[in-house]
């Protein structure tokens, strides 16, 4: 089916298409932890786990998109806190999807590493915010020993069995606090031989470490770390990921452009992550309330068809053509009101990504 919509006077076709790729999926918002950083610090969300027969719904609608390949698990919560994770992550991979989980480690034993290993999982990445010990527990609330010892059960049960997946990685969130450590991070990643360390900056989501993002530097500053840390990476064997530290004009939406979708554990169908929730996030100093935005439930709807509305279509082909004006860059940055929420812009868009730091890729996504 065509739909026309009037588009500054034009008129832009947009076509239904099964042309969704990957997926986010939510099985809850619960977490045994409660770190600094993190925006339920502040969030208005009520908690929740997925149900057996939204996530069954969903296996059942995903059947209409022959070209999805990439499954990734995780959200704001923690997986494998979900009492139905192995069963569903067997589910999953029986359908031939490659996986991919995002984890803090703290529940990964011997015998969940060989369930996954055993079900070549495609990449396990665990968050690893310090090499020190006092940081690390003061940032995640637990002993760096956990997630070490996570990272060594996975490893070695794939040496055992002769296997590649999955890949083991690396997720650290660069702030002040440990953001002296960050080449010694890159040397113990290479040391435990983890295929690769996922460098991003933090977004406050509370006014309590509003000052801890290292960004933005001065151009040439940045350049100047990008190429340090570029150089760590290829000292220690470690391919590294690094974010942006200074805005730039180019932005990159790796949720509309890879055409993936979140889908919340209620079943709502959310655009990325950054509005899977509602939250309070520090741009750049200054307050921004986070709105969640779905586009349909598909325990109401089918994901096929929430996937092809028209609004969602738009919303897509607006973020990949930046038909979304920049807060960033702007001159009235921090006097605007329509910049300290996610609702509107001053160029009508309703949800707003004018100021997403994922866009700009500061924070970066698994």
């Not at 990439?70 to 031939?96: D, M, N, S, Y």
């Not at 290993?117 to 690390?136: C, K, Q, W, Y």
Request: charged letters at 30%.
């Amino acid at each position: 089916m065509e739909f026309v919509v009037d588009f500054r006077g034009e008129k832009l076709i947009l076509t239904d298409k099964p042309d969704l790729k990957k997926i986010y999926i939510e099985f809850n918002n619960t977490c045994n932890l409660s770190c600094k950083m993190c925006y339920r610090q502040t969030w208005k969300d009520d908690l929740g786990n997925m149900s057996d027969e939204t996530f069954d719904k969903l296996m059942e609608d995903l059947k209409a998109f022959p070209h999805l390949k990439t499954v990734v698990v995780g959200g704001i919560g923690e997986p494998t806190f979900h009492w139905r994770f192995k069963e569903w992550i067997q589910r999953l991979a029986e359908r031939g999807y490659y996986i991919k989980i995002t984890t803090n480690g703290t529940m990964i034993t011997d015998e969940l590493a060989k369930f996954l290993v055993d079900l070549h999982i495609g990449e396990v990445i665990i968050s690893v915010d310090s090499p020190n010990e006092d940081i690390f527990a003061d940032i995640r609330g637990i002993s760096l020993s956990t997630v070490f010892d996570a990272t060594r059960s996975l490893l070695e049960y794939r040496r055992e069995k002769s296997r590649a997946f999955p890949r083991v990685l690396w997720e650290m969130v660069i702030m002040k606090e440990n953001f002296a450590l960050v080449e010694e991070e890159i040397k113990k990643a290479g040391e435990f031989g983890v295929s690769g360390l996922i460098l991003s900056n933090v977004i406050p989501f509370a006014e309590s470490v509003k000052d801890e993002p290292i960004y933005p530097l001065l151009p040439d500053d940045a350049r100047k770390l990008k190429d340090k840390i570029y150089l760590w990476g290829a000292k220690y064997g470690v391919k590294v990921e690094i974010p942006e530290f200074t805005v730039k004009s180019e932005r990159y939406c790796p949720f509309a452009l890879d055409k993936a979708t979140v889908i919340g554990w209620d079943g709502e169908v959310l655009p990325c992550y950054r509005l899977a929730h509602s939250y309070t996030e520090w741009i750049f100093g200054e307050p921004v309330e986070v709105q969640r935005y779905s586009f349909g439930n598909i325990m109401n709807e089918s994901l096929y068809d929430i996937w092809n509305k028209p609004e969602y279509r738009l919303f897509r082909f607006k973020v990949n053509t930046y038909q979304v004006p920049d807060c960033a860059t702007c001159d009235l940055k921090g006097r605007c009101e329509l910049m300290q929420t996610t609702w509107s812009d001053c160029w009508g868009n309703t949800p707003s990504c004018s100021s997403c730091l994922w866009y700009h890729r500061f924070s970066l996504c698994p």
